[in-house]
């Protein structure tokens, strides 16, 4: 089956912009989870949607937001974009809901690189 | 603070030799421990999962323990090969008050296999 896809893989902003990413899950996976990976922090949790909810949410500011259709494909959103907001943005989708007390495995896709410039 | 501490930014290692990575945490109440593999460019990729109440588990040539007073989770890798060259993160998923938290990455160890 298909894996997680992201959209688009890369892209270059400048300071002030706005950007949204696109996930699209595996197929019956209801969870999806966002990470920014960086050399210096590693992967940062951003927030988890279940069900079109957020579930869960990381330490970071509200210029980062997120949403979840009906479907279950998710979106982040980034707004007056940073030089520091320069990262591989992660998406991963699980089965959610009791599921992940079983494997807990997250899936993930190939990333959004976004450079701020 | 909660941390994840992964000892080794990176480990070189000869082709036939066993690799261990380590994986130590303060301040969580882990419900389990997994380990992903990242390729350059590339989404972390699962690869074990250890529950708290697990000792060890196996995968072929993959082993990880879980030592919940240590605090720490060693993951190996028997008879590595330059294939096995990626970088190995360890993740951990808590209870926030008995309700499901997040998985909290560690930076990862960059291992290197050298033929």
């Known amino acids: 089956k298909a894996g997680v896809t992201q959209t688009p893989r890369y892209l270059i902003k400048t300071r002030g912009q706005q950007v949204t990413l696109s996930c699209s899950p595996i197929s019956g996976h209801r969870s999806v989870s966002w990470y920014q990976q960086t050399p210096g922090q590693g992967l940062q949790f951003l927030f988890e949607y279940f069900s079109e909810t957020q579930r869960n949410k990381g330490n970071f500011p509200g210029r980062f937001s997120g949403r979840q259709f009906s479907n279950s494909r998710s979106e982040m959103n980034v707004s007056t974009l940073e030089l520091g907001d320069s990262a591989l943005y992660l998406c991963?989708?699980?089965?959610?809901?009791?599921?992940?007390?079983?494997?807990?495995?997250?899936?993930f896709g190939e990333g959004s690189r976004l450079t701020v410039l | 603070s909660q941390k994840i501490e992964q000892n080794s930014e990176a480990l070189n290692i000869q082709e036939g030799k066993t690799a261990t990575l380590t994986c130590n945490y303060t301040?969580?109440?882990?419900?389990?421990l997994q380990w992903y593999r990242q390729d350059p460019g590339r989404g972390p990729v699962f690869l074990l999962l250890i529950r708290e109440n697990e000792k060890e588990k196996r995968k072929e040539r993959l082993k990880v323990t879980f030592d919940t007073t240590l605090k720490q989770s060693l993951f190996h890798i028997t008879a590595s090969q330059p294939a096995d060259s990626a970088t190995y993160l360890c993740a951990l998923l808590s209870w926030y008050g008995g309700s499901q938290g997040n998985l909290i990455f560690g930076k990862g160890t960059k291992l290197s296999v050298k033929p």
């Open positions: 991963a989708s699980s089965l959610g809901g009791q599921e992940i007390y079983n494997t807990g495995e997250l899936f």
């Open positions: 301040n969580y109440s882990p419900a389990y």
